[in-house]
């Protein structure tokens, strides 16, 4: 049948073929290229950065700003818990303090004022060593009410809960008017960027892993991803037997998200092979044809076989040697060969 329907092709352009001139026709020579033939993987986007914000106070939730899928800003406000029992802490700490500093400084005046007198003989060695002694705990109180108020602020400023990453918020553990405990989660969510594919590579193929074999990533849409360093797990999943890996990707302005679908295209093989100009093949039913450049400038039809796609240009299997020259054209030449 494929035989038959190349004859009479054939038959139909043998006038126009001999009639059209050789500068009618636009001719691109046969090239010899690599293929590099690649395995599809299915990918999933995932999230560098997810984290759930737990408490680290104990109080009431008095405040979210945020319901889930909002969008964060890094260092926002997320939820605020009533302050009334720290803010009363670090008060207290503070007035400690004040009070330490006093007896310190009252401390310091009376061992000024028995030294000189312990030196002229006029004090004792034992009023000496109680002013000294006075002293040094005066001074060990007031280190250790400035901790106290560090540690009051500290959970003062617990109250107040943000955001460590601008992100997306995707749960809300808690309501407001909730009593919390420390360690009690609160918000979950994940952040835009950086992001990174999971994939699963069949075992025969992990050895072509690597961050310099060309490794691409590719949206639904034909979109290709920025890849970055590829890591390798050391050890193969249970179900499949497969070994995952991890590929940094930029997100840049491509509006991906995690969660999301990918192909990762993983090559496995090059070799060299023949390529034509896609445009340049002729399809007629189950006929896949060229039109050569003859010694004489006059197009001939010739019968080829396709392999592999890649971009523009297709793979030559059978049916053209290396220098030869295909019309850019063929629909035109076979246009012209029905009209006489």
Same mark, same amino acid.
């Given at each position: 049948?494929?035989?038959?329907?190349?004859?009479?092709?054939?038959?139909?352009?043998?006038?126009?073929?001999?009639?059209?001139?050789?500068?009618?026709?636009?001719?691109?020579?046969?090239?010899?290229?690599?293929?590099?033939?690649?395995?599809?993987?299915?990918?999933?986007?995932?999230?560098?950065?997810?984290?759930?914000?737990?408490?680290?106070?104990?109080?009431?939730?008095?405040?979210?700003?945020?319901?889930?899928?909002?969008?964060?800003?890094?260092?926002?406000?997320?939820?605020?818990?009533?302050?009334?029992?720290?803010?009363?802490?670090?008060?207290?700490?503070?007035?400690?303090?004040?009070?330490?500093?006093?007896?310190?400084?009252?401390?310091?005046?009376?061992?000024?004022?028995?030294?000189?007198?312990?030196?002229?003989?006029?004090?004792?060695?034992?009023?000496?060593?109680?002013?000294?002694?006075?002293?040094?705990?005066?001074?060990?109180?007031?280190?250790?009410?400035?901790?106290?108020?560090?540690?009051?602020?500290?959970?003062?400023?617990?109250?107040?809960?943000?955001?460590?990453?601008?992100?997306?918020?995707?749960?809300?553990?808690?309501?407001?008017?909730?009593?919390?405990?420390?360690?009690?989660?609160?918000?979950?969510?994940?952040?835009?960027?950086?992001? =990174?594919?999971? %994939?699963?590579?069949?075992? $025969?193929?992990?050895?072509?892993? +690597?961050?310099?074999? !060309?490794?691409? #990533?590719? &949206?639904?849409?034909?979109?290709?991803?920025?890849?970055?360093?590829?890591?390798?797990?050391?050890?193969?999943?249970?179900?499949?037997?497969?070994?995952?890996?991890?590929?940094?990707?930029?997100?840049?302005?491509?509006?991906?998200?995690?969660?999301?679908?990918?192909?990762?295209?993983?090559?496995?093989?090059?070799?060299?092979?023949?390529?034509?100009?896609?445009?340049?093949?002729?399809?007629?039913?189950?006929?896949?044809?060229?039109?050569?450049?003859?010694?004489?400038?006059?197009?001939?039809?010739?019968?080829? =076989?396709?392999? %592999?796609?890649?971009?523009? $240009?297709?793979?030559?299997?059978? +049916?053209?040697?290396? !220098?030869?020259? #295909?019309? &850019?054209?063929?629909?035109?030449?076979?246009?012209?060969?029905?009209?006489?």
């Amino acid at each position: 049948m494929k035989a038959r329907l190349l004859v009479m092709v054939a038959a139909m352009i043998w006038t126009a073929a001999v009639s059209t001139p050789a500068g009618a026709v636009e001719w691109l020579p046969v090239e010899r290229a690599s293929l590099v033939e690649s395995v599809r993987l299915d990918g999933m986007i995932e999230a560098v950065q997810e984290s759930t914000v737990s408490a680290q106070t104990a109080g009431t939730i008095v405040e979210l700003p945020y319901d889930v899928d909002d969008v964060v800003e890094a260092g926002a406000l997320i939820a605020r818990l009533d302050d009334t029992e720290q803010r009363a802490r670090l008060e207290q700490a503070r007035a400690n303090l004040d009070e330490a500093e006093a007896s310190l400084e009252d401390a310091r005046q009376r061992y000024e004022r028995v030294e000189p007198l312990a030196e002229r003989g006029v004090a004792s060695q034992s009023d000496l060593d109680q002013a000294r002694n006075a002293l040094s705990a005066a001074r060990a109180r007031v280190t250790q009410f400035k901790s106290a108020i560090e540690e009051a602020r500290e959970q003062f400023d617990y109250t107040r809960v943000t955001a460590p990453y601008g992100g997306i918020i995707t749960a809300r553990h808690v309501e407001l008017g909730e009593s919390v405990r420390p360690g009690q989660p609160l918000l979950s969510g994940f952040a835009l960027d950086p992001l =990174r594919v999971i %994939a699963s590579v069949p075992q $025969r193929y992990i050895d072509r892993v +690597g961050d310099e074999n !060309g490794l691409r #990533v590719v &949206l639904d849409d034909g979109r290709e991803l920025t890849s970055g360093r590829i890591t390798r797990f050391p050890f193969a999943d249970a179900p499949g037997h497969g070994v995952t890996v991890r590929i940094a990707v930029d997100n840049g302005d491509l509006g991906i998200y995690p969660g999301q679908l990918v192909r990762v295209m993983l090559p496995v093989e090059r070799r060299e092979t023949l390529w034509i100009p896609a445009e340049s093949l002729l399809r007629r039913s189950e006929l896949r044809a060229v039109f050569v450049r003859a010694d004489s400038g006059e197009p001939r039809l010739r019968q080829v =076989r396709i392999g %592999a796609r890649q971009g523009d $240009r297709l793979e030559v299997l059978s +049916g053209l040697s290396e !220098g030869e020259e #295909v019309a &850019l054209d063929p629909e035109a030449i076979f246009a012209r060969s029905r009209s006489q």
